[in-house]
């Protein structure tokens, strides 16, 4: 049974409602003049009233804006409403706007029921978009709602009196709205697949919100509805827009995620043993390697959606081989010599690809998570050891550990949990995530970052069986981050902070916090040489338009060592990945996760010669998105994906090649499927970005 043939009327008139509160008019300065013919508007004090609060919650007004006064009204697809009504006036004068309205109250009522005759140009740092919301808001409000509305806007609470709690009152659980199993299994399996990456397993939040009963049942099922129809300006995909989901299956969605969330697995050695496999043992694999292509110039790209990895020749653009790996294909990481190519799974499954045979194949295969992001492998070679392809590392989200492997063979050599303590309230988390993992040139180390409690792990893995783990504190939600160029220092995002943390690999300590714009989201990171502050560290930013760059030579340029030097603006926010290559005069940034499909397509390169501002924003494609660049292992080409649709045809994917020196394009590799992530063998193996 499909679970969205439940369509539940009431649900869906209050997804109308909701929508039609979605797009109001912009927030404007609080210091406009009152309008004429009315009583003066202030934003002090008038008492809330009831009947507004509860046309809110009707409405599920607060999933879209910030609405003082109103519990959990902290939406950020819409305006801010605090100041709606202050700054209506100033508004209606300006030659921007295109409504009628003349008075507050009008410019209020039009706002709420016919809400794309203005567009807003702000909502919280993204330009607010046309057609989010029917017009057919006063459906669902009486006249006296509407009115009440209207008042509540004109005179809304102080700050001081907000009634914004950071703990929402938690709704008795047999209130819960309910679901048929069918539903349920359905919901548990889409939340895992589609929504447990940013907002975790156990829902406790991470990139995104909690999304924990206590608060989903404040927003209830038409406020949850909206925002995964609409997403959100600060990264969440709009998923209804899409056409991912009907607005059914968001319904079924909205009500599991105010149920509490089912516990998921544990996954012992034995089950991980169970599941390992070596097709072609180390014996049986060429000594030497047997393909006459340039391997080292391989790109191995993700097939997001058709759970593969195709293996590009980065001379010729053929693809050599597609190889099943794990279900929604994350990254890839070479081993020290390049040789094989360790390919994770967001199920877990990590494939091991031997690149020397004619065919690129899967050598080994084990699954040591239910879900995971990251892996990396052993590239120490010195005193303490030569540990070139000797080991792997797998950093879970589900269950939360991480998991040593033999690097020739993928068996499991054991397993560490991350359960522990926040770096800054320490409060016990139970599902501290692994993102990120590097490995050390210095020392037989990776470090591995635990998102949810904020430490940074420096791992020496000499004695794999018994790995000594120095804990570093950092900040929560660390994320992705990237070697500096001399591979010394390694800089994280801890994003929902807004800081990137800076770690001495040498020294084996932490050397800096630093703020940055918000969400920074560097991939790994770009190095390069300014022209004012010398070498720095770049990163984009899901949440800001802006690109920041942090002084990266404690030695050369002591001034600037790990501060935010620098900040080059974008022509939008939803930045996932950032390249350059010491060859190259250009810096690449994407805007893949903003919500005009336009600048979700659109690339940017910026000069390092004058970084002050873009040199160059071009569409990549004509549909989906641009996102993740990578060099070739000359530095001369850049590579780009068009994620795109798998059920379009035409239109599911492809890799653009750019010539590096001249931005002009030079060939496009067609149909791929939903191609994300690529990684060139050289680049990845010496850690060029
Ligand atoms: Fe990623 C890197 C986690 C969504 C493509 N991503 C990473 C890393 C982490 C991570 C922890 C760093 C790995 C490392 O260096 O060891 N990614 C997550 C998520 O939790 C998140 C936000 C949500 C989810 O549900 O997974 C997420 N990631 C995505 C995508 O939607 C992307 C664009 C496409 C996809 O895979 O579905 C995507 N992530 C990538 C890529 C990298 C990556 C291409 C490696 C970048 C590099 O150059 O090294």
């Not at 879209?64 to 004068?93: E, K, Y």
């Not at 635990?450 to 004695?463: F, M, P, R, S, T």
Request: proline share 8%.
């Amino acid at each position: 049974m499909r679970p969205w043939k439940h369509i539940v009327i009431g649900a869906m008139l209050g997804l109308a409602v909701l929508i039609g509160c979605a797009r109001q008019a912009e927030t404007p300065p609080a210091t406009t003049a009152p309008a004429p013919q009315e009583a003066p508007v202030s934003a002090t004090t008038a008492p809330a009233g009831d009947l507004a609060l509860a046309a809110f919650k009707k409405g599920g007004c607060g999933a879209c804006h910030i609405i003082p006064g109103v519990p959990n009204a902290r939406g950020t697809i819409g305006p801010d409403l605090t100041n709606i009504a202050l700054g209506a006036a100033q508004t209606m004068q300006s030659s921007a706007y295109t409504g009628k309205a003349t008075t507050v109250d009008a410019y209020l009522r039009e706002a709420i029921l016919e809400p794309d005759v203005f567009i807003a140009p702000d909502c919280n740092g993204s330009p607010c978009q046309k057609g989010v919301m029917p017009p057919s808001l006063g459906q669902g409000l009486s006249e006296e709602e509407l009115a009440a509305v209207i008042t509540y806007l004109k005179n809304p609470p102080g700050e001081t009196e907000a009634v914004i709690s950071e703990e929402p009152a938690a709704a008795p659980a047999d209130t819960a709205p309910t679901l048929s199993d069918e539903e349920f299994a359905w919901a548990k399996l889409v939340y895992f697949e589609r929504c447990a990456g940013c907002h975790g397993t156990l829902r406790k939040g991470a990139t995104g919100p909690a999304l924990t009963p206590d608060r989903t049942m404040a927003l209830g099922t038409v406020g949850l509805s909206t925002i995964i129809y609409n997403g959100t300006s600060r990264g969440m995909p709009d998923w209804g827009k899409q056409g991912f989901f009907t607005q059914e299956q968001i319904d079924v969605l909205a009500r599991f995620l105010q149920r509490e969330p089912p516990a998921p697995p544990e996954l012992p050695m034995e089950r991980m043993k169970a599941s390992w496999n070596v097709y072609v043992a180390p014996d049986q694999r060429p000594a030497t390697p047997q393909t006459k292509r340039n391997w080292q110039n391989y790109f191995v790209v993700t097939l997001r959606d058709a759970g593969q990895v195709a293996v590009i020749d980065g001379d010729t653009y053929e693809v050599v081989s597609k190889v099943d790996s794990g279900y929604a294909v994350h990254i890839t990481r070479m081993s020290a010599t390049g040789r094989y190519a360790y390919v994770i799974g967001r199920d877990g499954k990590l494939a091991m690809i031997d690149l020397w045979t004619e065919t690129p194949t899967k050598v080994a295969e084990v699954q040591v998570c239910y879900d995971a992001r990251s892996v990396e492998v052993s590239k120490y070679n010195g005193p303490e050891g030569d540990f070139t392809d000797k080991l792997a590392v797998v950093g879970c989200y589900w269950p939360p550990h991480f998991v040593i492997l033999d690097g020739q063979t993928l068996e499991p050599i054991h397993i560490v949990s991350t359960r522990g303590y926040t770096v800054d309230t320490m409060e016990y988390h139970p599902e501290p995530r692994v993102a990120s993992i590097v490995a050390s040139d210095f020392k037989p180390e990776w470090i591995i970052n635990v998102k949810e409690i904020g430490q940074i792990w420096l791992v020496n893995y000499a004695d794999p069986k018994a790995p000594q783990i120095k804990m570093l504190q950092a900040a929560r939600f660390l994320h992705d981050g990237g070697w500096d160029a001399t591979h010394r220092y390694f800089l994280v995002a801890a994003n929902q902070s807004n800081k990137v943390a800076v770690v001495d690999a040498q020294e084996g300590r932490m050397v800096a916090l630093v703020d940055t714009p918000k969400i920074p989201h560097p991939g790994r990171g770009a190095n390069w040489v300014d022209p004012e502050f010398g070498p720095v560290w770049s990163s984009g930013h899901l949440g800001d338009p802006a690109i920041v760059s942090i002084g990266a030579d404690p030695e050369g340029h002591p001034d600037y060592a790990w501060k935010a030097v620098r900040v080059t603006p974008l022509p939008g926010a939803g930045s996932l990945f950032i390249k350059t290559h010491p060859n190259s005069k250009w810096i690449w940034i994407d805007m893949t996760l903003n919500s005009d499909p336009v600048l979700a397509r659109t690339i940017c390169v910026i000069a390092k010669e004058n970084p002050t501002e873009p040199h160059r924003c071009w569409e990549a494609s004509t549909y989906g998105r641009a996102v993740h660049f990578e060099y070739n292992a000359a530095g001369t080409e850049v590579w780009v994906s068009i994620w795109g649709d798998t059920s379009k045809p035409g239109e599911t994917g492809e890799i653009v090649v750019y010539d590096d020196a001249t931005l002009t394009e030079k060939a496009r590799i067609p149909n791929l499927v939903t191609p994300t992530g690529k990684f060139n063998v050289y680049n990845t193996v010496h850690d060029i970005y």
